[in-house]
């Protein structure tokens, strides 16, 4: 196994090795949910405060066992619609789960749950204020990027597709674009990857990591579909590391003419 099978990345200058961050809703049991994200390999694991309250009875088990996969945990504003909703719901998360790392999802529209650029920017630069490590979860428009390094994010998350939807990377060439004008930025494609070769098209385009919840947690075999994610991300690293063949419009033989010598029958 070569040096960069294993590289490290940082985030909020923290290292991590692996480049994988997943879900922890939607499984069809916490057993199932331990086991899957142990398979995936992730260190990273979101949190959604207004579905798994650890001040609440039920909430307080699932806390239990998150705390006992030793992972770091990002909570999320997932269902906020509003910039005072998402900071209240992320003052409430820093203290009852004792961290200031933050996904940060401001809804705008409820149909394709598309985040609202401008309040996730507004959200960001107070957060941020607040003394919170954002991870904004974004449409793929690098204008939004832009803004929201400037206002602080050290890290950034635009979606591949809709949330849930499993299609995938709809615009490479837009993903590409904020990667080639956003170089030093973590880049971590978040939401619409339903299979492995989604991962892989994503690692090959540069992105450093993929955030994911219902590709493994709704699959028929879910710690099987981790199993298989790791193994993407990690084969999509390294083809971004080893680089590409570059794309011909005609073909080209793979065994030159040129120079070979030339057999015939007596």
Known sequence: MTETTNDIWRLYGRPFSSRLLIGSALYPSPQVMCEAIRASGAEIVTVSLRRQS?????????????KGLNKTLLPNTAGCHSVKEAVTLAQM?????????LKLEVVGDDYNLQPDPLGTVEAAEQLIKLGFKVFPYCTDDLVICQRLRDVGCEVL??????????????NPYNLQTIRERLPDMPLIVDAGIGKPSHAVQAMELGYDGILLNT??????????????FRAALLAGRLARLAGAMPERQTAAPSTPTLGMPFWHQQ
């Open 215 to 228: 590709a493994v947690a709704q699959a028929s075999a879910p710690v099987v579909m981790a199993e298989a």
């Open 93 to 101: 998360s820093r203290e009852l789960f004792e961290t200031d790392w």
């Open 54 to 66: 650890p001040e609440q009875g039920g909430g307080s088990a699932f806390w239990e066992q998150l």
């Open 157 to 170: 998350m635009p979606w591949g597709s809709p949330i849930g939807t499993g299609r995938g990377l709809m």
